[in-house]
């Protein structure tokens, strides 16, 4: 084994014993949750590795970086994520490898992503990012609707050709009413969550949870949790 298999191994067992000890602790099965690696910043024979080691779920945040490496890994049975803010000339790139867009946020991209997907022929799992600490008809800073345009966006994925209304996506918000508070705000996404499922049932993920926060995530009912860091090492400068 090279020593950088020997460490992702090693740190994977580590995230895989956080996840198992979160589930049990909310007397959750394990299998509720699933491990979604963000291997960002990481190259292609990280992902390579992270395969070999069993992992099947990768997400990305930038189109420019995941293309390529998309690209490279086309031969191993992966789903790609893509979570970060999508401009709507990336769209028809990032429908061309993602199985999921967890960071849907407006109707325009909402439009531009089934638009790519039916060229494609292929059909786009999506996820709504809510901004928990958004006002009211805004955005939040590192994207997300607000929690009151939830519903406007669900109905527009729902009816858009070649996507399928996937769920829920949220970042923990770093300032407003639940900075510091992870537990708090992945509770209210589950209430959000609760309320959508009340009209879309089968949008049932609820992708929450990062490297620091994902017992917090675990214990308030995420199907997801999103971790980088804790698997691949601390991102040399920004991303
Ligand atoms: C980078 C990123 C993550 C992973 O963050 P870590 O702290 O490295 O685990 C999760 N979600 C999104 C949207 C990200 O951009």
Redesign the pocket.
Known sequence: MTDRKAELAANLAQVEERIASACAAAGREREEVTLVV?T?TYPASDVRILHELGVRQV?E?RDQDAAPKAAACADLSLRWHF??QLQTNKVRSVASYADFV??VDRVKLVNALSAAAGRDGRELGCLIQVALDAESGERGERGGVAPDGVEELAAAVESAPGLRLAGL?T?APLAGPFAGRQRAAFDRLMEISSRLRGNHPAANMVSAG???DLEDAVAAGATHV?????V?GV?PGL?
């Open positions: 963000v960002k997400a945040n979570v970060g967890q960071s996506m970042v990062m490297s620091a999103r971790v980088g860091t804790a691949l991102r991303g």
